[in-house]
């Protein structure tokens, strides 16, 4: 099932336009969310399990089940993420534990924003930049391609933008980098930080 946005679709404006957010949401997300009940209608085995864990034991199913539930539970869990990583109360800052450990980790919130812009930018075709927090405690910005998901034993995500071309092209055409310009004024630090302290490992 669907989960509403946490806020209004026009509620992003002007930064993302309420008709990209729309698509994004009822579109995009939903068709995920779809084709991952298609494949699981055939094994009620898999029903009760979470997202994380469809994701985690996907490598352990027979291909024609694990590559479609791999790749359609990652485009929920990663959508998911990426709409609670926004909000409309603009020019939120990092505060608190996570604004210490990114002055640790890049050495201030400048340095961080230039690399995770940089990390966003590079992305080659479709997929996500994302800021996590490593095994070791440190905070770390990597990138994954298409649905593919940042999840422990490696990685705790903590914020995630989508770079593929359905969240911006509506407004801002092939630029990505105006998205990503624009993304910085509605990030949720408020839940990027609840994420990092709740990162178990
Ligand atoms: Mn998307």
């Known amino acids: 099932m669907n989960t509403p946005l946490p806020y209004a679709d026009n509620a992003l404006e002007p930064y993302i336009d309420e008709q990209t957010m729309i698509l994004h949401h009822d579109r995009h997300l939903q068709t995920y969310i779809d084709n991952l009940n298609t494949v699981l209608q055939d094994h009620p085995r898999l029903q009760s399990l979470s997202l994380e864990q469809l994701i985690a034991r996907s ?21 998911r993420f990426y709409f609670d990583s926004l909000t409309p ?3 939120l800052q990092p505060e608190g534990a996570l604004a210490e450990a990114i002055d640790r980790s890049f050495g201030g919130y400048g340095a961080f924003r230039e ?19 490593d095994p070791y405690g440190g905070l ?8 593919e998901t940042p999840l422990p034993p490696f990685h705790c995500p903590i914020l995630a933008i989508d770079v593929w071309e359905h969240a911006y ?13 624009d ?5 949720n630090w408020k839940n990027a930080e609840k994420r990092y302290l709740e990162c178990r490992i």
Do not use: C
């Open 183 to 187: 993304w910085w004024n509605l990030v």
């Open 59 to 79: 490598d352990r199913m027979p291909a024609n089940v694990g590559t479609p539930v791999s790749r359609n539970a990652g485009g929920v869990y990663n959508h």
């Open 115 to 133: 690399k995770f812009t940089a990390a966003a930018k590079s992305v080659f075709g479709s997929g996500y930049a994302w800021l996590v927090r």
């Open 89 to 91: 109360e603009i020019g």
């Open 169 to 181: 092209y509506l407004k801002h055409y092939n630029k990505r980098a105006d998205y990503i310009d």
């Open 140 to 147: 770390k910005i990597i990138t994954t391609a298409n649905q």
